[in-house]
């Protein structure tokens, strides 16, 4: 008889790399090939598809968790600002992130353009991009704009390889990274259908694996789970189906996930690693390259915090479309402490909530948040208060 399902041992796997601080997988992905290079980037998103296609790993750095002590990264930053800048600069100066080639800033905040700063001031002989995206969504003004960024970043990293990145090399790793997302997809689609057999906090271990993992092989490894997770019957409870936003820049607590879950609420969706899901469909692979990316950006992705909304009355539209197409019956609002998008846009998102009779509730945490009772026990009345309101 086997002792561990597959299920099991694949969770496993995802929660050693999610442990890893040193980036074993990296350097281990680095030295099976002499001169391989790897860039690491920050959360939200960022066109992995460039340095896919300059033969590179991406590689997602999201803070040190609960587990990093922070010593040199508080004399970087003010206590008043969110944690993951802070971890962040910790894990560079104690050479968890050596073996990084270079890294990249998505437009997130100004804490995060100051990071990126910071970084070449500290790690002068790496290379250091912040990562801007328009915030006209006009394919002449903001799409031109996106178009040169991203010219900018190809023709860096061909330098860093040592010859340009094609377009027939962008048009292949598109598609690579096409199929990762519709993996993604159907296993956002399956935990929303069957939330007891695939839990959130093993969904968001095997998200996390794809921060580490080229591409190719953690479509395999999202396939592999669903397929695993269905295999192994669960029982099935009476929970409270949520949408949890908020958490898309500094990272939950793998504990906070779980203390939400076991509260008695299923997470039917959320804003976890959005670099993944940015892009709401297949970007064509079979023209140019950059256009198409740019495209797919201003036109087809998601619309959260971390995205300006040009429009005010486009306010909440995906959020509520993410509450009907998951059958959701509430929404958890679980953000950073300090961080501006996602509180900024807390308030006219609750608004939106309101008027259209969706229960919510909200709470702050960071990454090392280590009292979990007040969050179950919040998340647990909440998903009570649901239950008892569906019911009368």
């Not at 694949?10 to 680095?30: G, H, M, N, P, S």
């Not at 328009?134 to 900018?152: C, K, M, S, T």
């Not at 998951?326 to 929404?331: D, H, I, N, S, T």
């Not at 953000?335 to 609750?350: G, I, N, T």
Request: glycine share 6%; net charge negative.
């Amino acid at each position: 008889m086997e002792i561990n399902p597959p299920v099991i041992r694949i969770v496993e796997r995802c929660q050693a790399l999610f442990e890893d601080l040193d980036l074993t997988a990296v350097k281990a992905w680095k030295a099976a090939v002499p001169g391989r290079k790897a860039i690491g980037y920050m959360p939200v998103y960022v066109p992995r598809e460039l340095v896919h296609a300059a033969g590179m790993l991406p590689v997602g750095i999201l803070g040190g968790g609960d587990s990093l002590e922070v010593i040199q990264g508080d004399a970087y930053y003010q206590s008043y600002i969110c944690r993951i800048p802070r971890s962040t600069i910790e894990l560079g100066l104690t050479g968890r992130l050596d073996c990084l080639d270079g890294m990249m800033f998505p437009s997130i905040c100004d804490v995060i353009r100051n990071l990126s700063g910071m970084w070449q001031i500290l790690f002068k002989d790496k290379y250091v991009k912040y990562f801007d995206v328009p915030q006209n969504y006009d394919d002449a003004i903001g799409g031109r704009f996106y178009v040169h960024e991203l010219e900018i970043l190809r023709d860096d990293l061909g330098r860093m390889r040592g010859a340009p990145v094609t377009d027939a090399e962008l048009n292949t790793s598109i598609a690579v990274y096409n199929e990762n997302r519709r993996a993604i997809a159907e296993l956002y689609a399956y935990r929303a259908a069957k939330p007891w057999q695939a839990p959130t906090a093993e969904v968001y271990l095997v998200l996390r694996a794809g921060m580490l993992l080229p591409p190719e092989e953690h479509t395999l490894l999202v396939r592999e789970y669903i397929a695993a997770a269905d295999a192994l019957a669960r029982p099935k409870r009476d929970n409270a189906r949520v949408v949890l936003t908020g958490g898309f820049c500094e990272q939950p607590p793998l504990g906070l996930i779980k203390s939400i879950e076991m509260a008695g609420c299923y997470i039917v969706d959320d804003d976890f690693m959005l670099v993944t899901r940015w892009l709401l469909d297949d970007v064509p692979a079979d023209g140019n390259p950059l256009e198409e990316l740019s495209k797919a950006f201003l036109h087809r992705s998601a619309s959260t915090a971390a995205k300006y909304d040009a429009r005010r009355e486009d306010k909440g539209v995906f959020l509520l479309n993410q509450i009907r197409t998951r059958g959701a019956e509430g929404v958890i609002f679980a953000a950073p402490s300090f961080c501006d998008p996602a509180l900024l846009e807390r308030p006219m998102l609750q608004d939106v909530l309101t008027q259209h009779t969706v229960p919510h509730t909200a709470f702050k945490y960071s990454e090392n948040t280590g009292q979990m009772a007040p969050i179950r026990e919040q998340a647990g009345t909440f998903a009570d208060s649901i239950k008892l309101w569906s019911a009368a």
